[in-house]
């Protein structure tokens, strides 16, 4: 196979695309025998996979360079295609559904194909192409809005990555100068951001009232494909999230507060957890990379086999320059069967995070990718986070390559930093339930609800420095909130998951590994909740889940000597 960089990138034909797609669905629809059927199947998912295939191509490499003119053009038809590549597996979902041969073909490729299928005939319907093009406009429209920040700081002009390291600085006017900056950045264009997302928020309802639902709440879980759980069940999840881990939380920020030897803790110093500065790797981005390889070659067969093949078809970009896309993520590119990861290398313990947690996503995919179904490769969204988060655990007996005498600094910083992750997760969740129930509200009152449930989960964050952070500006920054509606409380559930993985391989470190590697195997072959069954994990959304897995963390903490760090 060839390097990432030779992948072969053609523009696609729509009407010929879709000409012979609805040829394809009539001679599945009218095959005579379940052999026949089957035959057109496997290739409606060739199709299927190398439309997909051009569509990750040109979202990696407009990510990689937004201001290449071919790609971001590319990125524009791309935009205005996928809702018809949507139409068009609609009309394939539902030839599956009424299929004669239903039966056979659930025996042959497995039931939750056809829950699948089911829920996104739900979510579809051709009077919503135009919204949903304007969706896609609108949501690319915010991330190059974020990847135009060009922030004059320390002597020179930096992106929002780059600001990353002074807002962990050991000076504490320097990361409070370096936040000040940050939010002077989205203060000059709030009224974008917020034009930006009123429209996404009124565009997202219409198609929900359009499609007959009383607004986006539902429509949003259905286009998530969450089969086996709805918003009261995790209303409930987050009720225990504020009754078991908020106090904690609480309690870890008066630890740091201690350890910063700061009257009161601010905004901006956060970030910083030590002193003596966070835990950071030791080296360069070519050594971190280096080290990976040690890391997985020694870690399982399987690790190393995966991870040579990222090296070696060099499926990784993970430096930050100028004109790069914001953020991380790990994308798969069907044609060639291979996992993509994306980053920005920064300086700061997120560069070997990268390394194992989209890594873990990467993995997962390697480990199904041989699937024929394309719903197959990947999990439904919170299952996927727990390859992600889990593999951060797993990784931890080889942490001293990358963090040497830091070591123990990073785990506790790593761990607690998780723990205290998960309260911020269910603020962004509870805020979006509120923003879909409440769509005709105005950007100032959605900036005032911001802040109000922040205080509930987050009550330690004084702004009292930032008046746009004050006035609830904050979650601009979160890209989820205006991409992925929803999308957000499914890194908290893995989080839990990955806690219990952690749990486990502290006991049979082996046994917890055969779990974790059966979950990737199984790629998306089943629903969430039967993913966590089938991993021998707990079901968060029991009352006494969390209090029970989160004991023997607490524990670990207590006994933990911060000061030293």
Known sequence: MNKF?????EKLDMESIKVEFEKLVDKFTNSSTFTEQSNVFEKINDQRNHIETMMTLVSIRHSIDTTDEFYDK??????????????????????????????????????????????????????????LKNENKLVSEYMKLL??????????????????????????????????CVSKFFLENESDFDRIFDKLVKTRNE???????????????????????????????????YEN????????????EKRLKVDKLMHYDINLNFLSGNATPKGSPEWIIDNGKKMYTEMSEETDEFFNFMNDHKLMDLETK??????????????????????????????????????????????????????????????????????????????????????????????????????????VDEFQHWVYENPNVTPKERKEKWREIEK???????????????????????????????????????????????????????????????????????????LVKEANLVNPFIDGSIAKIIKPIEQWIENIDDSKF
């Open 322 to 427: 100028k004109g790069k896309a914001n953020g991380g993520y790990c994308t798969f590119v069907s044609d060639y069967k291979a996992p993509f990861i994306f980053s920005n290398f920064n300086g700061t313990s997120g560069d070997v995070d990268v390394l194992t947690h989209e890594a873990g996503h990467a993995f997962q995919v390697y480990s199904s990718r041989n699937y024929e179904i394309p719903e197959y490769i990947w999990p439904t969204l919170e299952a996927c986070e727990i390859h992600s988060m889990s593999m951060e655990f797993f990784a931890w007996p080889w942490m001293n390559l990358f963090f040497e005498e830091d070591t123990e600094k990073y785990k506790f910083d790593h761990l607690t930093g998780a723990l205290l992750f998960i309260p911020y997760g269910v603020t």
């Open 245 to 256: 881990i908020v106090p904690l939380s609480n309690e870890l920020r008066k630890r740091q």
């Open 456 to 530: 509930k989960y987050l009550p330690y964050k004084d702004y009292s420095s930032d008046e746009f952070l004050e006035n609830g500006g904050f979650w601009f920054r979160q890209g989820h909130i205006f991409a992925n509606p929803f999308y957000y409380i499914d890194y908290t559930l893995a989080q839990i998951s990955a806690f219990e993985f952690w749990n486990k391989s502290n006991i049979d470190r082996e046994k917890a590994w055969s779990d974790y590697l059966k979950l990737c195997k199984l790629g998306g072959s089943k629903s969430y909740l039967e």
């Open 147 to 180: 990847a135009s920040a060009k922030i004059l700081f320390d002597g020179e002009e930096r992106n929002l990555s780059q600001m990353t390291p002074y807002a962990q600085s050991v000076e504490r006017n320097i990361r409070k100068d370096a936040h000040a």
């Open 5 to 9: 960089n030779d992948f072969i990138y």
């Open 207 to 241: 198609i929900a009232i359009k499609l007959g639902y009383k607004n986006y709440v539902e429509l949003g879980y259905l286009k998530l494909l969450r089969s086996d759980y709805d918003a009261e069940m995790v209303k409930n999840y987050r009720k225990q999230v």
């Open 74 to 131: 590319e990125n524009d038809f791309m935009d205005e295609f996928g809702p018809e590549i949507e139409e068009m597996q609609n009309k394939f979902y539902s030839a599956l559904v009424e299929s004669k041969f239903r039966k056979e073909l659930e025996e042959k490729w497995g039931k939750h194909l056809f829950s699948i299928a089911d829920m996104q005939l739900k979510v579809f319907d051709s009077s919503i192409i135009e919204d």
